[in-house]
């Protein structure tokens, strides 16, 4: 989940250049995104392989930071490398130094995951555009949760990715709820509380329909997400499905502004951040600044 | 993969009941399915399970044995109760005993799968037509095979049943090559060579389209199949999708009726046995007797 802190991002002055990477990961195996001492994480797997390639440790900075047990299709991170260090790159191949960094960054995290080689892919590696921030410049993030509501649906090969709900969910009651919480909102009842955070968001879509292999996909977009948001909302949308609550309890428990003993996080593993939105290169000084600004 | 054996079926006789079991598994975690004394089997957990239930050693019949790493979403077996075994599921609850079946073998196969829960997934249990065997009244059996053809296809998330393939396929080159294969042949050239076993099968579909996701799946449907014939198949289907050999190579590789040293195996892991089909009641024992014969 990203959460925005008041830190200025370091916009790639003094002769750096800002390198964009994008890249999936199988969540499963680590705990979570966001570097631990003595645990594994993907931003420990992918810093301990940049650090290989550019020998001298590197810090990157992430779009979502996402919990453990949670995956990604469309992650996107920045880092930023001197002038020499990216010309270096492309120095010993006929390869330029952006697609010689992707394929020696492939091969060290295959070397840093050994037998979790594959679980960490980089799709793309590139000179960012002016003023780009990977976590401040972001329009949206959009993420996925599978939901195989019944036994006859129960795949083994997607367990690892899909919730197993043992009753039926009814997506046109889960559309009726989810629709109501659209807009900019408090969501302090769907968020663990961070000190200093805000909880005002501006949910963007927040839907569930049926594929036709039968399984439930819940889609959530949001500029933004606070801590737990989107297993929060789905957990509580699981009572309204299933028939529990009425479709306006979703909505009831937003204006309360509170979490209460009916709060319930859906577990971590059918959650998938698919993609992160920015602007065109034009928008993207100017956005950095606005994201910074306007939930002072 | 499928063998047939000149052993005849046990077609129900003597005060049995047949019990047709439709199930789904992650055949990553499994040496397989066949028995096989001190190695984790699918078959071997099945059978741990239900003699759980029926509290005595309980053999079962598959459609399509599958070999190390290789996934079912429809497999079928059959297994024979006795009457007082049948009656005796559904005694102590209000469920009927197919019902019954169904719910205690799922929490058997729990306790004998522990952490691997959810590997196996048993999809329907029910009293079988007359004349049912899961592997010799079988019409055809149908094969998936997920191939992602450059790394920007590669996802971690479905990493575990998908082929990595670097170099880009021709799926127009793939269709050429292997829809001359259709129709009854001498499958010997794609096949592991068993002893007693003939190698005669009815190719009815063998077929590569691209998915929106960009994936390549092939579908590859026979009466049955002989040992490593899928993956011998698409092993050598990826040459020609490649560009490497010409459509025209896998048929003549077909009629050289030998496995010559460009044999190939594609890997397991992305191999998914999806369905097989049986005749209505009523054609159910003309079609075991003309099985067991029509091959001699």
């Given at each position: 989940m990203n959460e925005l802190k008041p830190a200025a991002p370091d916009l790639g002055g003094g002769g750096f250049l800002r390198i964009r990477l994008?890249?999936?990961?199988?969540?499963?195996?680590?705990?979570?995104?966001?570097?631990?001492?003595?645990?594994?994480?993907?931003?420990?797997?992918?810093?301990?392989?940049?650090?290989?390639?550019?020998?001298?440790?590197?810090?990157?900075?992430?779009?979502?930071?996402?919990?453990?047990?949670?995956?990604?299709r469309g992650q996107v991170v920045h880092l930023d490398l001197s002038e020499a260090e990216w010309l270096g790159l492309g120095r010993s191949s006929a390869l330029d130094p952006a697609s010689s960094?992707?394929?020696?960054?492939?091969?060290?995290l295959g070397r840093v995951l050994g037998n979790l080689g594959g679980a960490v892919e980089v799709h793309g590696a590139a000179l960012a555009p002016e003023g780009f921030d990977a976590r401040f410049s972001a329009l949206w993030r959009r993420y996925s949760y599978r939901i195989a509501d019944g036994p006859a649906l129960w795949d083994p090969l997607g367990r690892h990715s899909t919730l197993w709900h043992k009753e039926q969910l009814d997506t046109a009651l889960l559309n009726e709820g989810a629709s109501r919480l659209l807009g900019l909102q408090d969501f302090r009842s769907y968020c663990k509380p961070r000190e200093g955070a805000t909880t005002i968001r501006e949910l963007q879509r927040f839907d569930f329909s049926r594929g036709a292999d039968g399984v439930i996909v819940a889609t959530v977009q949001a500029d933004?997400?606070?801590?737990?948001?989107?297993?929060?909302?789905?957990?509580?949308?699981?009572?309204?499905?299933?028939?529990?609550?009425?479709p306006g309890w979703l909505y009831e428990r937003l204006i309360a502004r509170q979490r209460d003993a009916r709060s319930v996080l859906a577990a971590p593993h059918p959650l998938v951040l698919e993609e992160v939105a920015y602007p065109s290169a034009e928008g993207l000084l100017a956005r950095a600044e606005l994201t910074r600004a306007r939930r002072v």
């Open positions: 994008d890249l999936s990961y199988d969540g499963g195996p680590f705990n979570g995104w966001a570097l631990q001492p003595g645990l594994r994480t993907v931003q420990g797997a992918l810093e301990e392989a940049l650090a290989l390639l550019i020998r001298r440790p590197v810090r990157v900075t992430v779009a979502g930071r996402t919990d453990a047990g949670v995956h990604a960094l992707l394929r020696r960054l492939r091969g060290a933004a997400f606070c801590h737990n948001m989107v297993r929060s909302l789905v957990g509580s949308a699981l009572y309204v499905g299933a028939g529990a609550e009425p």
